[in-house]
């Protein structure tokens, strides 16, 4: 076996700390002010949640989907373009809404005044002029895990709020901390479930706009709208079933499986209905599920003809009738009264998890917590230091003899701190894993996601076993593993980009190794 490295000291400690000692260098130095800002930005970020920005074209139910993934009725929605400002959502135990200006300046608002300030009224005037986001705390577990960019629709009609949204994902250059801070880690996208070809445009021209961010690494692509394919002759079939076929393999669509990791089928409406559901809106339901499916069905053809239909279930007033129908939609509303048909006793919190779970949102949250989550930390040290090489390129511009000194040293300490996270590599080689057809055959594939930590990062995780697995046969396991790859990245039969992955990937073994034999003469279990 080859000599191993010495071991790595923690991870967010190690950036932590050379990002304060970037910090230190370049404080009282007013030409670089915007570079300090970004390594205070950047160090702050490496203790929060992990930011993801939901982003699409205007009205694909972008504010529908993040009300679905916190669980909660919160941020507007509606028919025409609605958010106009970027809406930052995060953890805190009662809601309260921070607005944040242009200017720098911060005021404290009020939570009931979320939508005024973040929604054009009918005329189309903004609601917030020289507004740059609001900030939005939300008691919701998931918002312990993650932060959520609710974002104006990419290429609006609106100008500005297409720019806005494109500040907040990091494609212009940053001018301050603000932005710094505003730009995210990672990224959801959406697209219409019957793929138009204008998403597609949207998704090319705003890749080459990012170069390196829309990535499967960094960015998760989801089928909006699912629930649009329900028939109603076919009411049993599931509208999201046939997206997963479309979507199931990776090959199916090619020019998506360039940018995202997966493509995952959801009816947020669903989910953002349940989050929704009243005691009376319950009560309609339960009257509505004694009705025969099939001419429920029927009804939910038109909106019209289930609202008015005096004829069909008196019992549930009209105004129920129409709030079920907006806020469920009819798939939704359809599922409902099947659930309550054959759960009679069933409460509105088992409905409410029914919803949820066959709209596809839980199992998007879990796949986040899984792509991104588990990468969480590598994520945040590679946005932070991709932002700060970009703040010290724009300050060598205006930069004197002594400020390029200083700048040098920063560059150092971020050269090294890229050369010794190994973490960093395993992303670049995932970036390149996912750029290319390397050759790898699909186990492979599936082990080089394993051990890069799609599952975990854990040693056993990376490894493929249990929590019990003892620990002389993980050793054996990351020798052989670790020995196949040497093999792999010597070999003459891989192309040179494959056998860089492959080394890598010998590296990510080699520290696994290391670790588990550092364990092993802790715990002094050897023989
Ligand atoms: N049927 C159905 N309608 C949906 C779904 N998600 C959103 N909608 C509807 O689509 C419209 C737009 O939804 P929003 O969530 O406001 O869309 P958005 O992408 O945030 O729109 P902008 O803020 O204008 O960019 C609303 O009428 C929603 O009720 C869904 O899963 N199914
Ligand atoms: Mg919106």
Known sequence: MPVLPPPEPDRPTRAQAAFGECLRLTRGQ???????????AARERLGQPLRVAIAGQASRGKSTLVNAMIDRDEVAVGRGETTSVVTELSYAPAPAVTVRYEDGAAVRGRPEDLHRLTVRDRGGAHPAPGVARVEYGVPSEFLKSFRLLDTP???????????ATEDALGLRSHRDSESALLAADALVFLIDSEVHEEDFALVERFAEKTPGKVTPVFAIGVYAKCDMHWRPGLPEADPLEQMRQVSGSRHAVPQLSRYFFDMVAVAAVAAHGAARLTPESVAGLRALAKADPVELAGRLRSGRRFVDGADFAPEVPAAVRLDLYESLQPWGLYRACRFLAAHPEAGAAALRAHLREISGVDGLNAKLARHFGNRAAFIKLHSGLHRVRRAVAAAKSGAERAE???????????????????????????????????????AEREEIL?????????????????ADTPLPELERLAVERGDYWSRQCEGASLPGRARHVARIIRNSYWRILHRIRQAQSLLDIKE
């Open 30 to 40: 007013p030409r670089l002010a915007a570079l300090h800002d970004a390594l205070a």
């Open 153 to 163: 629709g990419l290429a609006s009609v609106y100008e500005e709020d297409g720019t």
């Open 450 to 466: 394993r051990v890069t930590g799609e599952y975990g990062t854990r040693c056993e995780q990376r490894l493929g076993r249990g």
């Open 404 to 442: 390029l000194a200083i700048l040098e040293l920063v560059e150092r300490k971020l050269n090294e701190l890229e050369f010794e996270d190994s973490s960093l590599d395993e992303l670049n080689a995932l970036a390149a894993f996912y750029a290319g057809d390397l050759g790898f055959t699909e």
